[in-house]
């Protein structure tokens, strides 16, 4: 009697671990982002390239924006580097398509931020937020999250509004 | 600090409905199904409210244009158990969908009621989800939502005057209903301001404000030659 109540509690954690494993490879499969090209933010950057360079609406948008394969093309339409990945570029020129990049950041649909609004008016530089991006050789590979506390802890520091609906639309 | 408020001036409104179709547009509001209709489930952050008056041979129909009225009193902050309504700064009545558990506390408490729950997920037609207005989130199913006075016109107005370098003023934000009005017969302002348009209108003498008794204090201030003259005293 008492071994067999051993052994269904064996099984049953032993069926709970497998089932755990199961699900946390998948789920770290699901997050995972792999960008079409492996972009390497720290060789352009360094290069003497400025952000709103290529991310041309971040000083009057909302959104930042990425840039098009034709503004890659203006560099990379002979190649620059022996790295295969550059090829990827003129193919995707070739056939006229925009890099299907993937979102690395992504707020809630529920909350309302504008590039504008801290960038161009209140001049605060890209690396007040994005502190790793421009200085990293490999797109990222998980999502990046932004917390509510990041943004309060910045708003409370510099006097901007923490009204829950300023911010939650 | 500004202090909005709207006067709505019902010799005026026709109940053409312009306004209630602005601010579905406006603000996401999904179409209701004949049978949440009757049910009593139809969204409609602005509501033409019909009141029949006199009797046959010669009734009259008056239209009472109703969104939230942003009360400086809101009997609807005091009963969230999860301050996700809750009174702004700037006099508006906010409401967090996120922080919102649906209990509709504040949908009983609001005596004008204006607020509405989803009983259901919205949706749309596929043809028209491009025609979704991004600044606006949709609401999930089992929240409360209400009208905001088109709270994110005023965020975009914000940074636009910002943008440019000069103060806010009354035509930089104004709300779907008040924009669309043919008949003219809404305005949006500042209270606080002396000089505004609508501070100027409550001082009319058809000047009062709905159930006036419940302390309150609306917002919106309408304007009518009828009996409910002269209520409003400030």
């Known amino acids: 009697m008492q071994a067999n109540k051993f052994r269904i509690i064996g099984l049953v954690l032993v069926a709970g671990l497998l089932a755990f494993t199961w699900l946390r490879i998948g789920l770290s499969k699901s997050t995972e982002i792999r960008q079409p090209i492996r972009f390497n933010h720290k060789k352009h950057v360094q290069g003497g390239l400025e952000c709103s360079g290529c991310h041309q609406t971040v000083k009057d948008q909302a959104t930042a924006g990425r840039p098009e394969t034709s503004l890659c093309m203006t560099c990379h339409e002979a190649s620059v580097t022996k790295n295969p990945e550059e090829n990827l570029i003129r193919e995707y020129a070739q056939r006229h398509e925009e890099i299907p990049w993937q979102r690395v950041i992504k707020l809630p649909d529920h909350v309302f931020f504008s590039h504008r609004r801290h960038v161009s008016t209140e001049k605060l530089d890209c690396t007040s937020c994005h502190e790793a991006i421009g200085q990293s050789s490999e797109p990222p590979s998980r999502p990046i999250k932004f917390s509510m506390d990041s943004c309060l802890a910045c708003h409370q520091k510099m006097k901007a509004s923490v009204d829950c609906v300023a911010c939650h639309k | ?234």
């Open chain 2, 1 to 234: 600090m500004p202090k909005w408020g709207m006067v709505i001036d019902l010799d005026k409104c026709t109940g053409c409905q312009a306004c209630v179709v602005a601010c579905k547009t406006e603000n996401n509001i999904p179409f209701s199904t004949p049978e949440q209709a009757e049910m009593g489930r139809t969204i409609s952050w602005i509501e033409i409210i019909p009141i029949m008056e006199g009797e046959y041979p010669r009734p009259k129909l008056r239209y009472l244009p109703r969104p939230c009225l942003q009360c400086d009193h809101p009997p609807c902050i005091k009963v969230c158990p999860v301050y996700a309504t809750y009174r702004n700064p700037e006099g508006l009545v906010g409401q967090v969908y996120s922080r919102c558990i649906g209990c509709r506390y504040c949908t009983a408490a609001c005596p004008y009621t204006a607020k509405y729950f989803n009983w259901s997920a919205p949706t749309w037609a596929k043809e028209f989800e491009p025609c979704l207005n991004p600044d606006v989130s949709k609401r999930p199913k089992g929240v409360v939502e209400k009208c905001t006075f088109c709270h994110h016109r005023l965020q975009k107005a914000k940074e636009k005057v910002k943008a440019e370098g000069r103060e806010l003023k009354d035509e930089d934000y104004v709300p779907a209903c008040v924009q669309t009005c043919p008949a003219g017969a809404m305005y949006f302002g500042d209270l606080d301001n002396p000089n505004s348009k609508v501070t100027q209108q409550t001082k009319s003498p058809r000047a009062f404000r709905l159930l006036e008794e419940l302390g309150t204090e609306p917002k919106v201030i309408y304007l009518t030659e009828g009996e409910w003259h002269g209520a409003y005293r400030k």
